[in-house]
Structures are given as structure tokens and as C-alpha cells.
């Protein structure tokens, strides 16, 4: 199962990195702004770096400095690595990893593109998964994620690894997605809801647990209570987490909220057959077995507010 799950991720993913979601689309640019980056960050990169996936902005609370060496798990188009290397410096190092070729390539080419016409000369990526990282041990100061982790099959072997990388007396600062209470059979079960960022999910205090276990102290789990409806903010999307179809579903049940859930639609559009979207999958066929699958999940987001389950949350840790 975990490597069906790799591999779903993967192809999800890599569709993304060839899409022309950017900065320069309001909706992306709207929910990177939700979570935390300001006006400034984002001109200050490639419009190409941001697509629209982030649920935090862990370079605002890493305290990096100049000369230091961070490194950013999952980086996609560059996003947090960009920022990371203009707070270290020209003496200093930023470092992306990500496993899904597209993305890498990707960010390579904004590396390049930099800011400006300035290209961005000391930033380096690599592909890798993020339980295996390609660096030495006791060689890095800082450890920024935003919104990858869940994805790990194996988030033991991740935690390790981070410990591992880590210089004594380094950091972890993380933004991602965790459980406030366990999700419901059926979505913790769903490939979909897994590689839109809540399948995989674990609860709070078992990321306290595997962080604890993996050697860190001075740890703080902190839920952000960003609103996780920005995502609605993209054009045709109702949620964070769903699947775009071209087949309408049944309409939410009732939510505690008269907002939008993060996975459904809002108590105005209760009435109206909706069509759930992703941050992170283009639109996909309505026929044939991944048409269905997408169906069955964007049916399933009509009957769970995910909003209730899940939380963006900030990380930190020492080693």
C-alpha cells in the first residue's frame, strides 16, 4: 500500500509542477497570503515557486540567520527555499528536497529564473524521498516543511532522519496538516484524501510522540487555526483537499459552521450541486477508474467536514 500510495502521490504531484499555477493567479497568490507569506515574500521570488499548496510559512518563525544552512522537506517549486536563501545569506545555504521529478525541475528553473533576472546562487535541490535525505550527519542548522510530511508513508523513518541531519542544538520549524481527532473509516482509507494532504494525517499528540522518540526537546505543537477555507479562493475549487470532476455530487450535510469546511461547500451553496476542487490535482476525466475514484472522494467530502478533524499547525522542535 505505501508504495501505491508513493506513486499516487507522485503522479499527482508531478501534474501539478507541469501546471501553470503561480503567483501571478490570484486565487494562488490569496492563499499563500492566508497562511502567512506577505505581499513582499512572494515578489520577491519567482511567481512559478508558489502553486497554492502551502498551509503555513515556516521560514517566518525559523529564525534563520546569516551563514547557516537550512533545509526544506518537500519543496516543490522552491517556495520556502527562496525565502530561506535570501535570510542565510550568500554565506549561508538552502537546500530543497523533493521526490517528484517535475517538481525539481521545477524549482531548478526558478533557481535559475531568480529574482529579478538574479539567479539564486546558493540554493541547491535534490531528489529524494524525505525518510532517506542525501546529507551528511550533524551538517545542517535548520529544518523547514510546509504541508509534506503527512505525506510520509513512513513519518518514523522521517523523524529520524531530520534528527539525524541536524547539528546538536539545531531546529525543526514545520508547518503542515495534523488530526484534532481521528478521521472517519472510510476517508482515512481513501488514496485520494491521502494524497490531498489528510489521509495521512496523524493525530497531534502522536507527532508530539514521534518527535520526542526521535530525540527532540523543547517541542511545541501549536494549531495555527489558519483558515483552511482560503483554498476556496481558487478559481473553480470548493476545498483544500478535493478532486476537481466534471459530474456534480450531492450537497453538503450540515457543518457546525456557517463558513465553508475546508473540504465542502458553504451554507449559501448547501442548496446547489457543487463540483470539489484541489490545490494540488488539475482537473481530471469523469469517466473510466481514476473518474471514479475522484467521485466517490469528492461524494465523500460532501458528507464530512474535514475542517472538523484536521488543523494546519506549527511545529517546532530542538535537537
Known amino acids: 500500500m505505501s508504495q501505491q500510495i508513493e506513486e499516487a502521490v507522485k503522479s499527482?504531484?508531478?501534474?501539478?509542477?507541469?501546471?501553470?499555477?503561480?503567483?501571478?493567479?490570484s486565487g494562488v497568490r490569496a492563499v499563500a497570503e492566508a497562511f502567512g507569506y506577505s505581499p513582499e515574500e512572494?515578489?520577491?521570488?519567482?511567481?512559478?515557486a508558489n502553486m497554492g499548496l502551502s498551509c503555513g510559512n515556516p521560514t517566518a518563525t525559523a529564525n534563520l540567520r546569516e551563514g547557516e544552512?537550512?533545509?526544506?522537506?518537500?519543496?516543490?517549486?522552491?517556495?520556502?527555499?527562496?525565502?530561506a536563501a535570501a535570510k542565510v545569506g550568500p554565506t549561508g545555504r538552502a537546500i530543497g528536497i523533493d521526490m517528484t521529478p517535475e517538481m525539481i525541475e521545477r524549482a531548478r528553473r526558478n533557481a535559475e529564473r531568480g529574482n529579478n533576472g538574479k539567479p539564486f546562487t546558493n540554493v541547491n535541490f535534490h531528489l529524494a524521498t524525505i525518510d532517506k535525505l542525501p546529507l551528511p550527519d550533524n551538517s545542517v542548522d535548520c529544518v523547514i516543511s510546509n504541508c509534506v510530511i503527512n505525506l510520509a508513508t513512513d513519518k518514523t523513518a522521517v523523524f529520524r532522519e531530520i534528527a539525524r541531519v541536524l547539528k546538536p542544538g539545531g531546529r525543526l520549524a514545520v508547518s503542515d496538516i495534523a488530526l484534532k481527532q481521528p478521521l472517519p473509516r472510510e476517508l482515512s482509507e481513501d488514496l485520494l484524501a491521502y494524497v490531498g494532504c489528510i489521509g495521512g494525517?496523524?493525530?497531534?499528540?502522536?507527532?508530539?510522540?514521534?518527535?520526542?522518540?526521535a530525540g527532540f526537546s523543547n517541542l511545541e505543537v501549536v494549531d495555527s487555526a489558519s483558515d483552511l477555507n482560503a483554498y476556496a479562493k481558487l478559481e473553480n475549487q470548493s476545498g483544500c483537499c478535493s478532486p476537481t470532476t466534471n459530474k456534480p455530487v450531492s450537497p453538503a450535510l450540515p457543518v457546525a459552521q456557517a463558513a465553508s469546511s475546508c473540504c465542502g461547500p458553504s451554507a449559501s451553496e448547501k442548496s446547489q450541486p457543487t463540483s470539489a476542487a484541489s490545490c494540488c490535482t488539475p482537473e481530471v476525466p469523469s469517466e473510466?477508474?481514476?473518474?471514479?475514484?475522484?467521485?466517490?472522494?469528492?461524494?465523500?467530502?460532501?458528507?464530512?467536514?474535514?475542517n472538523h478533524y484536521a488543523a494546519s499547525v506549527k511545529v517546532f522542535a530542538i535537537k
Do not use: H
Not at 512572494?42 to 512559478?48: T, Y
Not at 544552512?69 to 517556495?79: A, E, Y
Open 12 to 25: 499527482r504531484y508531478g501534474a501539478v509542477a507541469t501546471s501553470p499555477l503561480s503567483s501571478t493567479n
Open 42 to 48: 512572494l515578489a520577491s521570488i519567482p511567481a512559478e
Open 69 to 83: 544552512t537550512v533545509v526544506d522537506l518537500g519543496c516543490g517549486g522552491g517556495l520556502d527555499v527562496f525565502l
Open 201 to 213: 494525517a496523524i493525530l497531534i499528540e502522536d507527532y508530539r510522540k514521534g518527535l520526542i522518540d
Open 288 to 306: 473510466g477508474p481514476e473518474g471514479q475514484a475522484f467521485e466517490r472522494f469528492a461524494e465523500l467530502l460532501t458528507r464530512y467536514n474535514v
